[in-house]
């Protein structure tokens, strides 16, 4: 089964940035596990993972439903957003 071509990027909301500065990406490998483009946020997620719907904590290892979660981890911040990209 070949996983959702999915990603999330985050992106920072300043002055200087009115468009939005992309600093990372997250999308699915090919086993469905969610994968950043930054190395240490993928090394924090592993490690302590995010807090999503229902206060559960999702793992880049739970893939679709840990990108789908990863707005709510950002949904605090004026500066730094999540969006998701289908």
């Known amino acids: 089964m070949t ?3 999915m990603k999330v990027e985050i992106r920072t ?3 200087d940035h009115e468009n939005g500065k992309l600093l ?3 999308a699915l490998d090919k ?6 483009s930054s ?4 090394e924090g997620a ?3 993972g995010i807090i999503g ?3 559960r904590r ?3 290892k739970d893939g679709e439903a840990f990108l789908r979660n990863l707005p709510l981890e950002y949904s605090g911040s004026s500066f730094v957003s999540a969006v998701i990209i289908e």
Do not use: I, N
């Open 3 to 5: 996983p959702m071509k």
């Open 13 to 15: 909301y300043r002055e």
């Open 24 to 26: 990372r990406t997250w």
């Open 31 to 36: 086993m469905g596990r969610a994968v950043c």
């Open 39 to 42: 190395p240490s946020s993928q």
């Open 46 to 48: 592993e490690l302590h």
């Open 53 to 55: 719907e229902g206060g």
């Open 58 to 60: 999702y793992y880049p």
